[in-house]
């Protein structure tokens, strides 16, 4: 599962390089494949459009397509359909077409993309769900103790949704950023940077408390210490002079949508059975529509370890007591 993650972080990665990922070919005529991952957090949703024949990817010209979106969208009273913007990306030497559109998308709804060739008179459509408002609920206040090998949770729940904590996840990842400022020597402006702590990846009906109704996953806090002691950047930049300034850590909550996880589990599946079926959740085409969302929860460390990392390593991490 930990090769989820690298695969769907990017949403615009998906759209540009995952269509090998089915039997393309068509012998009569073309096949349209579509691909998009709606983010309600996005300024910008994108949507990548192409056509496959006899295993090879091509493009369509945007006149050859109508395409439209439609769904609830953020502080609207009704429903819209809307036509999507284009845009052309280079991407691997080769100009690939996008469509996209900058109209926000309301949590917990369904949307569905309407792509009408022209040529032919079919349509092809796709229909997902957004992922549900996320929340944490514990770590819970300003502070947080990464001294401690007592095994800690960490929950969340669904809002506004009443089927809490059902929130149309397919998986989760947790990750912890120790995120710090630094500044090396002769440098004049300070750099942002993170050390990074995987500390899980599952299905979501995995990660589920049923008896008290939320989600959780465990971790050991001292284990930051341990990561932090082989830090290989740390290890290898940390000259004479570096001054380094912690700030907020974080936990960070990726939320993947039930068709996305389905893709990714049936399309790396291994089996004594020569031809592994392919996912898709496109009618009249072949590709994806899913959902993701990225939630926060940000905390001060508290002083003794704020120490620690100061006096015990030689990182030159300047202890502030005012935090």
């Not at 070919?25 to 991952?37: K, L």
């Not at 947790?174 to 300070?190: R, S, V, W």
């Not at 940077?193 to 500390?199: N, P, S, V």
Request: charged share 20%; aromatic share 16%; glycine share 4%.
């Amino acid at each position: 599962m930990k090769k989820f993650l690298s695969i769907i972080v990017l949403a615009m990665l998906i759209l540009a390089a995952c269509t090998t990922k089915f039997d393309l070919y068509s012998y009569e005529g073309d096949t349209t494949i579509v691909y998009a991952v709606l983010d309600v957090n996005a300024d910008t949703n994108y949507f990548r459009i192409s056509k496959s024949s006899l295993n090879n990817e091509f493009e369509y010209n945007y006149d050859d397509l109508d395409v439209k979106f439609a769904g609830l969208f953020y502080n609207e009273l009704q429903p819209d359909t809307i036509s999507l913007d284009t845009i052309s990306i280079m991407t691997d030497g080769v100009l690939k077409h996008f469509y996209y559109t900058t109209r926000k998308l309301t949590t917990n709804q369904e949307y569905t993309i309407i792509v009408l060739r022209k040529d032919d008179g079919v349509t092809v459509t796709s229909t997902a769900k957004t992922i549900c408002d996320v929340s944490f609920i514990r770590p819970m206040g300003k502070y947080i103790n990464l001294r401690s090998d007592v095994v800690n949770q960490i929950q969340w729940v669904g809002t506004h949704h009443p089927d809490a904590p059902n929130i149309n996840a397919g998986s989760f990842t947790m990750i912890a950023y120790f995120h710090y400022k630094e500044l090396m020597p002769g440098a004049t402006d300070t750099v942002e940077r993170y050390m990074q702590w995987t500390i899980g990846s599952g299905e979501a009906d995995d990660w589920q408390n049923t008896t008290f109704n939320y989600y959780a996953t465990f971790y050991t806090p001292s284990t930051f210490f341990y990561l932090l002691e082989r830090d290989e950047y740390l290890n290898e930049n940390s000259p004479y002079g570096v001054q380094r300034w912690l700030e907020p850590f974080e936990f960070r909550l990726y939320v993947y949508g039930e068709e996305l996880y389905d893709y990714h589990i049936i399309n790396n599946a291994t089996s004594v059975i020569p031809e592994v079926p392919n996912f898709s959740n496109v009618e009249n085409g072949i590709g994806l529509l899913s959902a993701r969302t990225i939630v926060s929860s940000f905390h001060v460390i508290e002083q003794i370890c704020r120490i620690r990392i100061s006096t015990n390593y030689p990182y030159g991490f300047i202890y502030d007591p005012n935090l």
